[in-house]
């Protein structure tokens, strides 16, 4: 758990756990011996995932952004892929109970980022936050409802349904500020909807870009994993953010790095991306 001031507003880091995920599915196309190097692999080619969250406190507003792989995973999905089920407990460590939270914000809807949003009360499931406006993409969640071949498995709808059932979860149509220094702004590539969340406070700036750029091992515009519905999207969002948070100093947060939750993306003298940690 990790925590950092921006402006008036204070991050912290919490995490879900960290799941495993094919190292080969990870980096798509980038030959392994190369990858490796910055994230190695198990016997089973694995590589650890990890699952942040960030809790915003802007003075008024505890605001969430995703929630996890959560404790709904069917029994096959949580052998393959771990369930560590850790963000509860990390936010009670942080002081944060579920009726603190205001908002939740879904960068998209695959089961590893929303799977907290509910949780099984007997045989219902219901808003783990009870009190919170959920955000997410229209265009993210009609996508899930089609359960297409190519990635139905990676959408639950008990993760979001209910709360769109019940009124709770808000759809959104494009870029969107939330409250006061809150926003949200699509970046297509991993899927169509993909909205990362920026945070604008006291001249300063952060991002959880989510799944364009999960790792600092993903840097580079070309290293895109196989699970990015369009591949060329997400190398010319990559550009199109890097354009915007490298001269603008922005705080860059990553929803899947298992060792580092944030870090500043800069150009080295040989005009290669680098990560700071913070």
């Excluded at 196309?29 to 692999?41: F, I, T």
């Excluded at 959560?70 to 029994?75: A, I, Q, R, Y």
């Excluded at 196989?226 to 890097?242: E, H, M, Q």
């Excluded at 354009?243 to 290669?272: G, M, N, V, Y």
Aim: proline content about 6%; glycine content about 6%.
């Amino acid at each position: 758990m990790q925590k950092i001031s921006l402006g008036d507003f204070e991050l912290t880091a919490v995490s879900d756990g960290i799941y495993y995920l094919d190292g080969g599915a990870f980096f798509g196309v980038v030959p392994k011996v190369m990858w490796e190097r910055k994230l190695p692999a198990d016997e089973k080619n694995r590589v650890p995932t990890g699952l942040n969250s960030v809790v915003v406190r802007s003075g008024e507003k505890t605001i969430l952004i995703e929630t996890g792989i959560g404790n709904k995973l069917p029994e096959k999905m949580a052998k393959i892929y771990n369930q560590p089920a850790r963000l509860l407990d990390n936010l009670a460590a942080a002081g944060i109970a579920p009726e603190d939270v205001d908002i939740v914000i879904n960068s998209h809807l695959h089961f590893d980022h929303c799977g907290w949003n509910t949780i099984r009360n007997g045989d219902k499931v219901v808003p783990t936050f009870p009190r919170a406006r959920y955000y997410a993409q229209e265009g993210e969640w009609r996508h899930a409802r089609q359960q297409h071949e190519r990635d139905a498995v990676s959408y639950m709808t008990v993760n979001y349904d209910p709360l769109v059932e019940n009124g709770q979860m808000e759809l959104l149509n494009g870029n969107r500020e939330i409250v006061p220094g809150v926003s949200v702004e699509v970046f297509p590539g991993h899927t169509e909807n993909m909205q990362a969340v920026i945070l604008h406070s006291g001249g300063k700036t952060a991002c959880y870009i989510s799944d364009l750029i999960p790792t600092r091992a993903h840097l580079d515009p070309t290293w895109v994993m196989a699970f990015d519905l369009s591949p060329i999207a997400t190398i010319d969002n990559r550009k199109r953010y890097y354009a915007r948070a490298i001269p603008e100093k922005w705080l860059t947060i990553f929803t899947h790095d298992s060792q580092i939750p944030w870090a500043h993306i800069e150009l080295d003298e040989k005009r290669k991306l680098t990560a700071t940690p913070v």
